[in-house]
Antibody
Framework: QVQLVQSGAEVKKPGASVKVSCKAS????????IHWVRQAPGQGLEWMGL????????DYAQRLEGRITVTRDRSTSTVYMELSGLRSEDTAVYYC?????????????WGQGTLVTVSS | QSALTQPASVSGSPGQSITISCTGT?????????VSWYQQHPGKAPKVIIY???KRPSGVSNRFSGSKSGNTASLTISGLQAADEADYYC???????????FGGGTEVTVL
């Protein structure tokens, strides 16, 4: 069954922030690291960050440090990714992905993706 | 952390075998046994087809196989089928300041 459901498409102006949500079902929220990966139009995948469900520690890609924030809301089993200081090159489909349990270090389930368009 | 290097495209005829390479460094592919491969059809989310270098998730065809030698991982698709036309991405755990790195992707065409 569907484990990760993301929020809908967003259009933002340069300099603004965007917050994308990823609702997790089952034991996904409590037992799996959740990662964020993005894909610019016609381009490859880029790892952005992750959140550890056991202690809420986070890890971010160095090139996004200072602009990305990943958080969790336990009351709604939802993970959020906020990206600030948006630029045109941040236009992309943003995915949340579940890491395989027991430190698998691969992504065995993905959300459907959220298109974020940055345009003036 | 630089992206892993993959060929931009690979093609083959139905029934043939093809291999996609994924070259990293001693800081990622060469050190960790955590290389995964993803298949992505247009407009769809990626799907894992190989993890931990050579393991197949349940439900993935045994026509897909993975291996590693030194700093290079490889994905082999045997008995190529039309449904295998897709983009394929490798990913390696790398530790450090950016712990995961993807390859640039390979477009597979079935002739």
């Amino acid at each position: 069954q569907v484990q990760l459901v993301q929020s809908g498409a967003e259009v933002k102006k340069p300099g603004a922030s965007v917050k994308v949500s990823c609702k997790a079902s089952g034991d996904t929220f409590t037992r799996h690291y959740i990662h964020w990966v993005r894909q610019a139009p016609g381009q490859g995948l880029e790892w952005m960050g992750l959140i550890n469900p056991y202690d809420d520690t986070i890890d971010y890609a160095q090139r996004l440090e200072g602009r990305i924030t990943v958080t969790r809301d336990r009351s709604t089993s939802t993970v959020y990714m906020e990206l600030s200081g948006l630029r045109s090159e941040d236009t992309a489909v943003y995915y949340c992905a579940r890491e395989r349990a027991v430190a698998g270090k691969d992504f065995d389930d993905w959300g459907q993706g959220t298109l974020v368009t940055v345009s003036s | 952390q630089s992206a892993l290097t993959q060929p931009a495209s690979v093609s083959g005829s139905p029934g043939q075998s093809i291999t996609i390479s994924c070259t990293g460094t001693s800081s990622d592919v060469g050190t960790y046994n955590h290389v995964s491969w993803y298949q992505q059809h247009p407009g769809k989310a990626p799907k894992v087809i190989i993890y931990e270098g050579s393991k197949r998730p349940s439900g993935v065809s045994n026509r897909f196989s993975g291996s590693k030698s030194g700093n290079t991982a490889s994905l082999t698709i045997s008995g190529l089928q039309a449904a295998d036309e897709a983009d394929y991405y490798c990913c390696s755990y790398a530790g450090g300041s950016t712990p995961y790195v993807f390859g640039g992707g390979t477009e597979v065409t079935v002739l």
